[in-house]
T-cell receptor
Framework: AQKVTQAQTEISVVEKEDVTLDCVYE???????LFWYKQPPSGELVFLIR??????QNEISGRYSWNFQKSTSSFNFTITASQVVDSAVYFC?????????????FGTGTRLKVLA | KAGVTQTPRYLIKTRGQQVTLSCSPI?????VSWYQQTPGQGLQFLFE???????NKGNFPGRFSGRQFSNSRSEMNVSTLELGDSALYLCASSKVGGLTDTQYFGPGTRLTVL
């Protein structure tokens, strides 16, 4: 069955620390997409990254980086030198299926608190 | 470029009433999806509309329905409200929707059922 697991419910770090948010997924499909979203207190989910199942290249965007490993079905997200503004709930999501009957499945989220 | 807008932002209703939520997608986006977010169940997919047709549906009772207009704006309706319907309802738009497309979310409508 399709599933996205974010085992870390809440993480607290001190500003400038690096932090990694874990995401493990389950799918039987060979073609799928993985996403990370940030949900600040305002409630709106902000798109961070999309990765397809055929592209295992890691990606870096400023202080953010993503490590996609199909062998372990993981798509982890690292924030380097965290800042207070990074405090939010972060969701990992999986989309799979066909365009007509696809599923978009979210993990339960990891609440990140960055303390000044 | 304007983002996804949702109205109203907050709503209080009583059990048994019905409610209609509205979502205006990003200009040029033809797909609109709706999600329910609750502390207990997390983010759950409700349905997706594309070109005025429901294309995909999650596992929710028939009390939850929606529609999409020719300008891609979408409405979601919940009839005979129950306490458990209290949630943040998020709308997401994408260019064509489906498996490969990225969804951009609105700020949500927080519904409280008393």
């Amino acid at each position: 069955a399709q599933k996205v697991t974010q085992a870390q419910t809440e993480i607290s770090v001190v500003e400038k620390e690096d932090v990694t948010l874990d995401c493990v997924y389950e799918t039987r499909d060979t073609t799928y997409y993985l996403f990370w979203y940030k949900q600040p207190p305002s409630g709106e989910l902000v798109f961070l990254i999309r990765r397809n199942s055929f592209d295992e290249q890691n990606e870096i965007s400023g202080r953010y980086s993503w490590n996609f490993q199909k062998s372990t079905s993981s798509f982890n997200f690292t924030i380097t030198a965290s800042q207070v503004v990074d405090s939010a709930v972060y969701f990992c999501a999986l989309s799979e299926g066909t365009s007509g009957t696809y599923k978009y499945i979210f993990g339960t989220g990891t609440r990140l608190k960055v303390l000044a | 470029k304007a983002g996804v807008t949702q109205t109203p932002r907050y709503l209080i209703k009583t059990r048994g009433q019905q409610v209609t939520l509205s979502c205006s997608p990003i200009s040029g986006h033809r797909s609109v999806s709706w999600y329910q977010q609750t502390p207990g169940q997390g983010l759950q997919f409700l349905f997706e509309y594309f070109s005025e047709t429901q294309r995909n549906k999650g596992n929710f009772p028939g009390r939850f329905s929606g529609r999409q207009f020719s300008n891609s704006r979408s409405e979601m309706n919940v009839s005979t409200l129950e306490l458990g319907d209290s949630a943040l309802y998020l709308c997401a738009s994408s260019k064509v929707g489906g498996l490969t497309d990225t969804q951009y979310f609105g700020p949500g409508t927080r519904l409280t059922v008393l």
